[in-house]
């Protein structure tokens, strides 16, 4: 009963900056149900979470990218978004967002999620 679809991904040099979106094709009333979280996967890794906002609005964060990363929602709830600073080329990975129905907090494995965005790319170069 949700669709995700990511957009936003690209090429950029090191400390450059991308915003991905997720859009939800959701009613905000069904969407705000659910934890929101970006995944990335890179080859020769396992797909990590990035980033994950739950029901009070708090946030929880990768080390790796902590700092440099926020996510956040639109005030309709059917948008959520990466805004990705200073990006390094290990960021250089394909990004996902996911859902999930709500819990609190939201779930941090990636088993946990069954709604999954087809991803975006995300190349950072030296």
């Known amino acids: 009963r949700v669709q995700l679809e990511e957009s936003g991904g690209g090429s950029v040099q090191s400390g450059g900056s991308l915003r991905l979106s997720c859009v939800a094709s959701v009613s905000s009333y069904t969407y705000n149900q659910f934890c929101l979280a970006w995944f990335r996967h890179s080859p020769g890794k396992e797909r990590e979470g990035v980033a994950f906002?739950?029901?009070?609005?708090?946030?929880t964060y990768a080390d790796a990218v902590k700092d440099r990363f926020t996510i956040s929602k639109d005030g309709t709830g059917d948008t959520v978004y990466l805004q990705m600073n200073n990006l390094r080329p290990e960021d250089t990975a394909q990004y996902y967002c996911?859902?999930?129905?709500?819990?609190?907090?939201?779930?941090?494995?990636?088993?946990?999620?069954?709604?999954w965005g087809q991803g975006t790319q995300v190349t950072v170069s030296s």
């Open positions: 996911a859902a999930e129905s709500i819990v609190y907090p939201c779930p941090l494995p990636v088993y946990e999620y069954n709604y």
């Open positions: 906002i739950h029901a009070d609005g708090t946030t």
